[in-house]
């Protein structure tokens, strides 16, 4: 009922840049939450940043002052900025929506993900 979509993962050089996004779509009231997480081999998923609706946003110790959540409220869009980034930055980075369906139904969806991957 609701999909969320990942782009923009890619090769990137350790100390550069890239910036991530997130779709949206289907029946949605409203969202009230809006997340990256990501996960390497072996290891468990964590939060690397997230947004609500009222802007309060919340970062992953390692991430801090390096990446930057940000919405795009009218396209129902999620991104994530990413500098100097370090090779322990390698994973696959998933997206995560909550919200109210359009039938006032609570619900929480992930992508599909999209891997990172810092390396010379």
């Known amino acids: 009922q609701v999909q969320v979509v990942e782009s923009g993962g890619t090769l990137v050089q350790p100390g550069g840049s890239l910036r991530l996004s997130c779709s949206v779509s289907?029946?949605?009231?409203?969202?009230?939450?809006l997340g990256w997480y990501r996960q390497a081999p072996g290891k468990q998923r964590e939060l690397v940043a997230g947004i609500t609706r009222t802007n309060t946003t919340d970062y992953g110790v390692s991430v801090k002052g390096r990446f930057t959540i940000s919405r795009d409220n009218a396209k129902n869009t999620v991104y994530l900025q990413m500098t100097s980034l370090k090779p322990e930055d390698t994973a696959v980075y998933y997206c995560r929506a909550e919200g109210f369906t359009g039938d006032y139904v609570p619900f929480g969806s992930w992508g599909l993900g999209t891997q990172v991957t810092v390396s010379s």
């Open positions: 289907g029946s949605i009231l409203r969202i009230e939450a």
